[in-house]
């Protein structure tokens, strides 16, 4: 079992910025995929950026510019930057990682804009 461990959300004022870690601990087969995905009651869960075991980097196009998604060299914490938030930005992130054997998903952290 995997346990992904998420800090850094909160409430954020329009313009500001914040934060997000993720660990993750537990028995890893290959790690193939880090990164953050968001959700509002009501729509399907998003992809906000992943980072790949190759350091590829993908990006929403609605985070690009803003947001910046990054790991430590031991592969088993990631981060994402996200500046000039915005109200739209208001969502439940969740921490995901791939391996070979199954994806993991974090508890989620609610991140909150306010205009």
């Known amino acids: 079992q995997v346990q992904l461990v998420e800090s850094g959300g909160g409430l954020v004022q329009a313009g500001g910025s914040l934060r997000l870690s993720c660990a993750a601990s537990g028995t890893i087969f290959r790690l193939n995929v880090m990164g953050w995905y968001r959700q509002v009651p009501g729509k399907q869960r998003e992809l906000v950026a992943t980072?790949?075991?190759?350091?590829?980097?993908n990006y929403a196009d609605s985070v690009k510019g803003r947001f910046t998604i990054s790991r430590d060299s031991a592969e088993n914490t990631v981060y994402l930057q996200m500046n000039s938030l915005k109200p739209e930005d208001t969502a439940v992130y969740y921490c995901?990682?791939?391996?070979?054997?199954?994806?993991?998903w974090g508890q989620g952290t609610q991140v909150t804009v306010s205009s």
């Open positions: 995901y990682l791939d391996d070979d054997f199954r994806n993991y």
């Open positions: 980072i790949t075991r190759g350091t590829r980097i």
